[in-house]
């Protein structure tokens, strides 16, 4: 029963070095998404899992973002090289298909702050 | 592609009292999904109401409910008898409904109305 998780909580790094947030969705949910909060930008979608389907990427930024999903559960976002503007909360989510009526359930966040 | 308005950045509202926040939004699909959500700060994103857009009737949920026009395109979310614990960041938020190739599920988020409740 339990939410969605993300760790780490908070991640400081610096200027030019990679990162790798982790995301847990709720038992059972074969959709799972991304998303960028910050405070220029707002709410942000970076990327979308839905089962065995290729992944959909229109949200991401820049080549240096790139996210994986093993095995239909857990999820890790990876940016390359991070810069300052990469700073920011990065937020999980999932839902059980994908569908519009489904309600997405979001995890805590990983706030990313890059010197 | 689809917005979502929230052109109040800030609002207050005295404990017990009812406030109402404002969306609006644009698309051109029939089949299609609304929400708020409460972002406290904790920063824990928690669905607060949710509207399908093929239903006239309002939802409500307790305290929360939505007044849907679809006509005007406009989705606010009223709070009765407000308590301490609503203050929060309130996001409004669209999702598309209908399947097809390539779309996606992701929701589409307003920049927000920060809630302060004062005692």
């Known amino acids: 029963g339990a939410g969605v998780s993300q760790s780490p909580s908070n991640k400081v790094t610096e200027k030019g070095k990679d990162v790798e947030l982790r995301c847990d969705p709720i038992s059972g949910h074969t959709a799972l998404y991304w998303y960028r909060q910050s405070l220029g930008q707002g709410l942000e979608f970076l990327i979308y899992?839905?089962?065995?389907?290729?992944?959909?990427k229109s949200g991401l930024p820049s080549d240096r973002f790139s996210a994986e999903r093993t095995g239909g559960s857990v999820s890790t976002l990876t940016i390359q090289r991070t810069q300052q503007e990469d700073s920011a909360v990065y937020l999980c989510a999932s839902d059980l298909r994908g569908r519009g009526r489904d309600t997405q359930y979001f995890g805590p966040g990983t706030r990313l702050t890059v010197l | 592609a689809q917005t979502v308005t929230q052109s109040q950045p800030e609002m207050s509202v005295q404990e017990a009292e009812t406030v109402t926040l404002s969306c609006t939004y644009d698309t051109s699909e029939s089949d299609y999904y609304l929400f708020w959500y409460k972002q406290p700060p904790s920063r824990q994103m928690i669905l607060v109401i949710r509207?399908?857009?093929?239903?006239?009737q309002n939802a409500t949920e307790n305290r929360f409910s939505v007044n849907f026009q679809k006509a005007a395109k406009s989705f606010s979310l009223k709070i009765s008898d407000s308590q301490l614990g609503d203050a929060a960041m309130y996001f409004c938020a669209y999702r598309r409904g209908i399947i097809s190739s390539g779309s996606a599920r992701q929701l589409t988020f307003g920049s927000g109305t920060q809630l302060t409740v004062l005692p």
């Open positions: 899992f839905q089962g065995n389907s290729a992944p959909d």
């Open positions: 509207q399908e857009a093929y239903k006239q």
